[in-house]
């Protein structure tokens, strides 16, 4: 949303109020992906810090605490019992949802890419609420059976796989349609090779949100590694998007790509 501010200055120019296009010509500043993506990190951050007494306050009211012991606590031993998580609130992840979301719509410009990581972002999320909803309720540790949880992220996964892969626009196709090697400027192309992209894709997005799900055991866990690989991920998204940089290190450029970094920003910023 924020982006669109920086079109005032010409849209002012074009139109013949060159004062006011002078004038306002500070919200230029918000085209440069560098800024919006420190903008949404503090952004994020306040939101979270304003959120997240409400939230905990809310569910301790509502009693969403865990009153049973989950399976890294029964592995970790005395430890884990010291750092126990009973009548811990759950349901945490609310605020970070929200954060995150809010910071990348006002933060980041609109495209493909952003509704794609929003869409995963809301389908994933409610499927961790209901998850943590049959847990407090029935008082279970294994929440949900392990096959709902993995059909609704095959489906996200095959989605967004299929999504990209038929996509028109070669750009977008391109992600699932061709295998490129880090730093190498050939192209792998071979039959079928769309069909092993598809399967990588949906592959990663599983594979990530098992991931999560398994190192959740202990506060801060999950959160600590999802904002190191965060990290990484807006260095990935900078470069990938950035054409110059993507020619220097052979990466491949994708147009669009820096507003992922943008969405990364406020995951770290929420987290």
């Not at 920086?6 to 560098?34: K, M």
């Not at 503090?42 to 012991?69: D, H, M, N």
């Not at 994933?124 to 949900?144: E, M, N, P, S």
């Amino acid at each position: 949303m924020f982006f669109y501010l920086s079109q005032i200055p010409q849209w002012l120019a074009e139109n013949g109020h060159f004062d006011w296009a002078n004038w306002l010509s500070f919200l230029r500043v918000f085209q440069y992906i560098t800024f919006r993506t420190a903008g949404a990190a503090v952004t994020a951050l306040l939101l979270c810090w304003w959120l997240g007494p409400k939230i905990i306050a809310l569910l301790k009211r509502s009693k969403f605490g865990q009153e049973y012991s989950d399976k890294a606590e029964e592995a970790g031993g005395l430890h884990a019992r010291v750092l126990s998580k009973k009548g811990t609130p759950s349901m945490g992840g609310i605020m970070i949802v929200l954060s995150l979301d809010v910071t990348a719509l006002l933060w980041a410009k609109w495209n493909e890419f952003l509704a794609l990581s929003l869409i995963s972002v809301v389908v994933l999320a409610a499927l961790g609420f209901y998850d943590d909803w049959v847990k407090l309720t029935r008082q279970d540790r294994d929440g949900i059976h392990s096959k709902v949880k993995l059909t609704v992220q095959l489906a996200l996964g095959l989605f967004i796989g299929l999504y990209l892969w038929h996509h028109p626009d070669p750009t977008m196709s391109d992600l699932v349609g061709k295998l490129v090697v880090p730093f190498y400027s050939g192209e792998i192309v071979f039959a079928g090779v769309g069909l092993v992209g598809l399967l990588i894709t949906t592959a990663a997005i599983v594979g990530s949100s098992n991931a999560v799900n398994l190192t959740d055991g202990l506060d801060g866990l999950a959160i600590g590694c999802t904002l190191i690989v965060t990290f990484v991920f807006i260095i990935f998204t900078y470069i990938a998007g950035n054409k110059i940089m993507a020619d220097y290190l052979r990466v491949p450029y994708v147009e669009g790509a820096g507003e992922l970094t943008v969405f990364c920003s406020a995951m770290v910023g929420a987290g």
